[in-house]
C-alpha cells in the first residue's frame, strides 16, 4: 500500500480489529493503538488493543476498556509500529503470520504484513495514524488527540531528536486544536523523574570519568544502586544517554551489569565519531549514533574493553 | 494597534531601526530581534540591533553584524519582548520615553511605547515577530527561521510549558519548512548541560530533603560549590525549578546564598498550592505557581523560614 487514503478505504470495508503492539511498548506504539481503536469505534466498528503484558502503568487510564487478552477468531489484525515479527509482544508470538494490515514509520519494515503502509518520514507513527483518522473521517475527540500527542513527542523525545519534522509539529498543533491537554501530559513524560532516578544520576555523575579532555565520558549504573534505591526499568528510560548530555562530551558510553557476569556498555556519539564500528569491535553492533555491545565480566571489564578500542582508534 | 497587518504597514512606511530588547535578554527577546534586523534588511532598509550588554555568548554568531552601540539621533525604536521600560536593558536607560514601536506578548505591558502590538495569546514573542514577517512581504530565511525557532521553543521550554500553543507549533513547522536546522540548535538549548551544573545537581541532589511523605522537596545551593565548579549564571539557568521536577514533589523550593546574608528562596508549586502566598509571608511575591523571597542570614536560615511558613499553612 502506497497511501494513507488505501488504508482509509481498506479499514473503513472491514470489521472487527485487533490491533497488536511491540515488545516494550513505547508511547508511540501505545498511543496509536489507542487513538486507531477508538477512531474505529467511533464509526460504530468493533475495535480493541491486545493486553500487550509490558503496557507501562502509566497509560493504564487511557487503556481501560479498550484492551482485551481473548481475541476472536476471525479478527482483523492490525499491528501498529511493529517493524518485525521478532518484535511481537511477549505472549503474543502466535500472531505470526496473522496481521493483515502493518501501519509503521520504519525504514526496516519487514514487510511481514499482507498490507504494510510504510512512511518512514514520520517522526512518530502517530503522524501517519492522525491523517489516516482524517481519511476515514474520523471526528478526533480530545482523547484521540491526547492519545497522538504522545505518540508523536515521546517518540520525537519532547520534539528534540533529528526525527522531528513539519509534520510532527502540525500533528501536534492539530492535537491542541482538537482538545489534547499538553501541559500536563508533558509534566509526566518530560519534566518529572522520580527521586530514586534523580539519586541515581547523581551517583553516575559523581562517578563519571572524562578522557580526551572532556570529550569522552563513562558512566557506570551497578546493579546494586537500582535495586537499593528501588528504580524500575521504566524509570531507567534513555538512561543509555546520559554522558552523552555532558556539554562537550563527543562520546558517551553508559555501562550497566544488569545480567550478571555480563557487562552491558551503551554508546551514544556525535558526528565524526562511529559508535556502531567501536561496538563491532566488541561484538556488538547498532547505528553510527547509537550502538551497543556486552562484555564478559564486572562493570570494571567492560570500562577496560571500551577505552582499549577507542585507545585503538586513536579517540583518546 | 490591534492588528498584524497594521504593524507591518508602519513598519513598510519608515527606515533607520534600532531594535531594542530587555534586560538579562531571554532566546525569545535574542531570536525576535535578529529575525526582525534580518527581515527589515532583506526590504532593503537600514535596520540595527542595540549591543544588549547581557547578550550571551550562545548567540553571538547570530548577532554579528547585527549589532550597533552607537545608534542614530533619527533612529525609529522598535521594542521587542519589552513589557515595561524599568526592563530597559542595562546602559539603554536613555532610550526611555523613546520607543516608537512595541511589539510584545506580555499582557502585563506598560504601554510606555507611543505605538503597541500586544499578543498575549503568543507563546513565544517570535509567533508575532513569524506573521509580522510573512505580513511584510519577507522571504523568510534560513538564518531568520532559526532565529524564530529559539524564539518560539526557549520561551516554550522546548514545547513543554504550559504557554505552548497550536500556534506555537505552526510557527515551529514553518520554521522547519524555511529551513531552520533544528537538531542542532536543540541539543545545544534543551540537552546538553555543563559538567559543572551536573556536578552542581548532583550535589544539590544528595542533599536534598523531603517533608510530607515527598509533597515537598527544599534543596540548597551553595554558593561556595557554585565558585568550586566555577559555573556560571548562564549555567544555572532555571536551577530553580529543579525541586519540582522531582516525582510526587507539589512544592519545590530551592535556597541560594548568592548575595552574602542573605538567602534567596524560589518556590514552585503545583495547583492546590500558591508559592505567592507562602513568598508573601516572607516578603517576597510572584505568580501562584513561582514565586521568591528573600529573607536576611544563611542558607539554613532561609530553610527554617519557609519550612516555618509551610507548616503554618498545614502543608507540612
Not at 493483515?100 to 519487514?110: G, I, M, R
Not at 555480563?262 to 563491532?280: F, M, P, V, W
Not at 556486552?294 to 577496560?304: I, R
Request: aromatic share 6%; with cysteine; glycine share 10%.
Amino acid at each position: 500500500m502506497e497511501r494513507i487514503d488505501q488504508a482509509a478505504r481498506w479499514l473503513l470495508e472491514r470489521d472487527n480489529f485487533l490491533i497488536l503492539t511491540h515488545r516494550r511498548p513505547d508511547g508511540d506504539a501505545t498511543g496509536c493503538a489507542i487513538a486507531l481503536c477508538l477512531g474505529l469505534r467511533s464509526l460504530g466498528k468493533t475495535a480493541r488493543i491486545w493486553a500487550n503484558p509490558q503496557f507501562t502503568p502509566r497509560y493504564a487510564p487511557r487503556l481501560a476498556g479498550l484492551t482485551t487478552d481473548a481475541p476472536a477468531e476471525d479478527d482483523v489484525i492490525v499491528a501498529v509500529d511493529l517493524a518485525s515479527e521478532s518484535l511481537l509482544p511477549m505472549g503474543g508470538e502466535s500472531f505470526a503470520g496473522k496481521t493483515q494490515l502493518c501501519l509503521d514509520h520504519h525504514p526496516s519494515n519487514t514487510g511481514y504484513a499482507v498490507e504494510t503502509l510504510v512512511q518512514p518520514e514520520c517522526g512518530g507513527c502517530g503522524e501517519l495514524i492522525w491523517d489516516l483518522l482524517e481519511a476515514m473521517g474520523v471526528d478526533i475527540t480530545p482523547a484521540m488527540a491526547e492519545a497522538l500527542y504522545i505518540a508523536v513527542s515521546t517518540d520525537t523525545g519532547c520534539f528534540r531528536f533529528s526525527n522531528t519534522t513539519s509534520r510532527t509539529f502540525r500533528t501536534a498543533a492539530k492535537a491542541v486544536e482538537h482538545g489534547a491537554a499538553i501541559a500536563p501530559i508533558n509534566r509526566v513524560l518530560f519534566e518529572v523523574k522520580t527521586r530514586g532516578r534523580l539519586e541515581l544520576e547523581a551517583r553516575v555523575m559523581a562517578n563519571m570519568e572524562f578522557y580526551a579532555g572532556g570529550k569522552v565520558a563513562i558512566g557506570c549504573l551497578p546493579q546494586a544502586w537500582v535495586e537499593e534505591l528501588q528504580v524500575t526499568e521504566d524509570d531507567l528510560d534513555s538512561i543509555s544517554g546520559f554522558p552523552r548530555t555532558i556539554d562537550g562530551v563527543q562520546v558517551g558510553v553508559m555501562i550497566r551489569d544488569s545480567e550478571p557476569g555480563k557487562a552491558k556498555l551503551s554508546l551514544r556519539t556525535a558526528q565524526g565519531y562511529n559508535a556502531s564500528a567501536y561496538c563491532a569491535r566488541l561484538g556488538g553492533g547498532g547505528h553510527a549514533a547509537a550502538a551497543g555491545a556486552a562484555v564478559p565480566g564486572t562493570l570494571e571489564d567492560g570500562k577496560n574493553a571500551i577505552l582499549q578500542v577507542l585507545r585503538d582508534a586513536h579517540v583518546i
